[in-house]
């Protein structure tokens, strides 16, 4: 079952095929250099050819030739995740979708979609043509894909109020294409979509998607300084909890990550700002300054009505993992964690986090809700030093009650809850009969009985040069 | 300060003015009637005369004409409350809204109304021109007001997603005419808006309303039927408690409640059938069918597809107050009373008074979200047999730690927290000097010391003749 490159890329020939050696470098790379660890493990990684279908036939096409060639197939929309999702481990064939990107059909409450559409054009669409915007997206809302998200992602801004991609509602919709000698098309809705989101097409292609929409509004997007950070976080939690205040997004960042890292909010704090970023609906307002009175943090910015000289751009681009990539422009040792801080014990968590590695590690939190509790995840900050470190770290998170899901893994399982998914194993069975699809990132697929003692190498692993 | 009711109304004969007896007794009415303790202490309550302003001068002509003759004006919208909020006990000038009831302006996210607009015609109005609805209202949608909804309401249909009328950003604002000898006009918004709504007209007349809106969607209406209460109860939190499935209303009913008072879905249930009613957004109709499945009810009616002969209405009309005057015009004995199970202790309450109490009380829940938790209200339905017994079953449930809002009470305290709100208090001092609004209906007003320890009996009531 020796890979035949060459025969599947001239089988293709007739398709859009990218085999430039930098094109081809640069497109089998994602965001996973914002973690030492990753960027050390797959900096060499490298696909032999790139192919961009322009329709589902063409996937199908694709698919088919690679399985009777046997070469991988690793697909990507933009390359923006960070656990190397879409980097090919063992080279082989980059699907990549960018052709695809239409918008559908857009009804009241949902849109269908093709993989490819950057979040910000269905957006546009979405305004556009209905008043309507997607319920969540990544803080890579300007350049990430739609299929990217949903095969890669887990959440982002608009979760403090919908929950996460995995909750039911928040996914109507997927068609999904297989990778056998005759590529089926299978329609997942319900139990089934858990097959194929968030299991970076390792066991079938995307190549339609139903989301529900919201309403768009102009959000007011703020940012408010507090003193102490346990007042700023508690105001985080107390606008999600208003019923009646309707946000998109509650963000904290511990001192000092306004002033040291976000170049055009620093002249506006001290050092010892903690701060709080946030997205209102306008007609909510009213509620949020009354709420805001009460807990009595300071207004530093609203962008409806500032006289800032340089203003920040969009709030949400300094939440989620934004954060990390602005503090690793200013400070390239830092790094991050991606922890759980669960309702009720969260805050009394985060206290307990920060009392033991501020400013080693500096809080960042992400309002989140879950089963319907309002609670926090963290993008903690780490200024890394060694990977032993980092692991303790995580260890000591984990001892404490705080799950981590680990950016620092390229697999499935250690980068969720270091578990089997037998939904997603089971579905790549019966899909990716040969292991084709994006290898390496399923444990479960290639070694079972592994026990998550150490990181998991995968042994098919391209070398480094 | 004997009123002059002749001058008042003779002064005011150049408005739209009723005062023939029959229509009078009836504008001099709500459903106070659905607790027997209310009928038999305001059945005779009738006032002098009703005027129906046609806009905001007039309002002021009457409130200025009605000081200086020391006449009482009592405000109604429908008349569709239930604690005879609308009720002149001292008789007097019935200020009746019906003739305001302009919808101004609708914009995205919020609308600006008159207060005698019927919620029906508001909701009309605003899916028209933008496709959006109110975020919430009461059960009797079709005939109530939203000026009486949020003078004498509390919550509703939409309150299990967006909490109740108090919570911040559920009323953006309030124009507000005062009772002074040269009336003012102030506008409220803020920690300002709670002097004024819900507080029964006592102390201001609203006269323009401006209302955060929702998207309005073709609600799938349902009904699911269980064998076993816990089930039903625990369906009604858990979709609640999905944050990506967007709900509108989950109600529980208690065996027998759907068969015995439910005459269009008597066929379709047996004596034994607890049930739910929901109200669930078209879009997330797959993530609840998921749910669902999860747990195990049985769908027995929706509303976008079924082969009901004769179709129920709207699921709505079987929730919050309207179970109450369902059952009673089957069973005329039947009362209800209004309970707060607050979260986390919510469902073992429930279990408590329903072994306590079932079937004398049954289970009538209505989902709530309460600071972003979701938890129960209850409208129990109360087999009646004496005060005394009535008053026994409200303290035993206060012993267990339900809260009770008791409908069987005519004044804001005692329907409330059976605390004075200085709030309201404070502006009735200084919007109504005389004490001419609504009479009778704040203790705080009339009897600063009042102890709560039997039912307040307003001494200047009209004695029943």
Chains 1, 2 share one sequence.
């Not at 985060?350 to 926090?376: D, N, T």
């Not at 001892?399 to 399982?413: C, S």
């Not at 790549?428 to 290639?446: Q, S, T, V, Y």
């Amino acid at each position: 079952m020796k890979p035949n490159v060459a025969a599947a890329r001239d089988a293709l020939s007739h398709l859009e095929i990218d085999d430039k050696e930098v094109s081809v470098r640069s497109k089998s790379r994602d965001f996973f250099w914002y973690s030492p660890v990753l960027k050390e493990r797959l900096d060499h990684v490298v696909g032999d050819f790139v192919v961009a279908p322009k329709t589902e036939a063409e996937v199908i096409e694709v698919l088919k030739t690679c399985y009777a060639h046997d070469v991988p197939v690793t697909t990507r929309g933009a390359g923006t995740g960070n656990y190397g999702q879409a980097m090919p481990l063992e080279g082989g064939c980059i699907l990549h979708l960018k052709n695809m990107a239409a918008v559908k059909e857009i009804h009241p409450g949902r849109v269908i979609v093709e993989p490819g559409c950057l979040l910000k054009d269905l957006d546009a669409a979405c305004i556009e043509q209905s008043g309507q915007e997607i319920r969540m997206y990544s803080s890579t809302w300007a350049t990430a894909t739609i299929g990217g998200f949903i095969a890669g992602g887990s959440g982002g801004v608009g979760s403090c109020t919908w929950g996460s991609l995995r909750d039911l509602g928040n996914i109507i919709r997927l068609r999904v294409v297989t990778m056998e000698e005759e590529p089926r098309i299978l329609e997942f809705t319900g139990e089934a979509l858990a097959r194929v989101s968030h299991a970076y097409g390792t066991n079938g292609i995307i190549t339609e998607i139903e989301m529900p929409l919201a309403p768009a509004y102009d959000w007011v997007e703020m940012f408010v300084a507090y003193d102490d950070f346990t007042p700023a976080m508690e105001l985080a939690e107390a606008v999600a909890n208003e019923d009646g205040i309707l946000i998109k997004l509650a963000t904290v960042f511990e001192a000092p990550i306004a002033h040291a890292y976000f170049q055009r909010v620093k002249p506006h704090v001290e050092e010892g700002t903690h701060m709080v970023g946030l997205m209102v609906a306008p007609h909510s307002m009213d509620g949020f300054l009354t709420l805001l009175a009460r807990m009595g943090g300071t207004l530093i910015y609203r962008s409806d009505d500032n006289d800032w000289e340089r203003t920040p751009g969009p709030v949400f681009e300094y939440g989620w993992n934004h954060t990390t990539l602005r503090a690793l422009k200013v400070e390239p040792s830092i790094t991050y964690l991606q922890v759980r801080y669960g309702y009720p014990q969260h805050k009394e968590l985060i206290g307990k986090m920060r009392a033991e590695f501020s400013p080693e590690v500096l809080q960042h939190l992400e309002v989140l809700r879950e089963q319907g509790k309002v609670m926090f995840a963290g993008l903690s900050l780490v200024k890394f030093t060694t990977e032993e470190r980092l692991d303790e770290i995580i260890r000591m998170h984990e001892e404490a009650g705080a799950m981590i899901f680990n950016p620092h893994r390229y697999t499935l399982e250690e980068g969720g809850r270091q578990t089997v998914d037998d939904r997603q194993l089971a579905f790549k069975r019966e899909a990716d009969p040969k292991g084709l699809l994006n290898p390496g990132k399923m444990i479960a697929w290639d070694d079972p009985n592994w026990a998550f003692d150490r990181m998991y190498a995968y042994p098919k692993m391209q070398a480094a040069e």
